[in-house]
């Protein structure tokens, strides 16, 4: 019975270090997606995969980050050469795919801290 | 302009209050509209959705969409202290579309 599944919970990576973020969706579920969180600030969409396919990244920025959601094993965010503006909360959701695409469970997210 | 706008808050109300918390979007291809609730240093809940314009009861939580105005809301009956959450309202156009998030309401319910 377990939901979505994140980890680490908290991640602290110096300023140039790579940050990997992993994401387990719910059983059942085939459709990915992450957001970001600032404090004081909503959830901001950054990409939504189906296995083996980015359906939309029309979120992410144009460097440094890439996702994955392989055939097998979890999600994967990617954040390459840190910079003190990454640290947030990154939230992923999984989901059963259209046309439920709307009804999306959350993870606890991770939180990273870079210094 | 942002596509979905929600009043921050913070709402502070006595315990038993009804309460009214409020989204606007200005895209009209919105059609699933969800709430969410996040307690402090978790993930987002989803506590409700509705398909289109009309209302929908879950226990003391009711949602309203109003196509026409773009404006969507949330009524909590009876709210107890445990209601005290950020609020976050949702939507997306449907099929294989992102879900878009209001900046979310913090309410905090007086016992």
């Known amino acids: 019975n377990a939901g979505v599944m994140q980890n680490p919970r908290h991640l602290v990576r110096r300023r140039g270090q790579e940050a990997r973020l992993r994401c387990s969706p719910m059983k059942g579920h085939s459709h990915v997606y992450w957001y970001r969180q600032l404090p004081e600030e909503g959830l901001k969409f950054m990409v939504y995969?189906?296995?083996?396919?980015?359906?939309?990244e029309s979120g992410m920025p144009k460097e440094r980050f890439s996702a994955e959601f392989p055939k097998e094993g979890p999600s994967i965010l990617r954040i390459q050469q840190v910079v003190r503006g990454d640290s947030a909360a990154y939230f992923c959701?999984?989901?059963?795919?259209?046309?439920?695409?709307?009804?999306?469970?959350f993870g606890p997210g991770t939180r990273l801290t870079v210094t | 302009q942002k596509e979905v706008e929600q009043d921050p808050g913070p709402l502070s109300v006595p315990e038993g209050a009804i309460v009214s918390l409020n989204c606007t979007y200005s895209?009209?291809?919105?059609?699933?509209f969800m709430w969410y609730r996040q307690y402090s240093r978790k993930g987002p809940e989803l506590l409700m959705y509705t398909y289109s314009s009309g209302n929908k009861e879950d226990g003391r939580f009711t949602a309203q969409v109003d196509k026409s105005s773009k404006y969507i809301s949330l009524f909590i009956r009876d709210s107890q202290p445990s209601d005290s959450a950020t609020y976050l309202c949702a939507m997306n156009s449907g099929g294989y579309q992102k879900v878009t998030f209001g900046t979310g309401t913090k309410l905090q319910v007086i016992p």
């Open positions: 995969l189906q296995k083996e396919n980015i359906i939309d």
């Open positions: 895209n009209s291809a919105f059609q699933y």
């Open positions: 959701a999984s989901s059963l795919g259209s046309p439920a695409s709307y009804e999306q469970y």
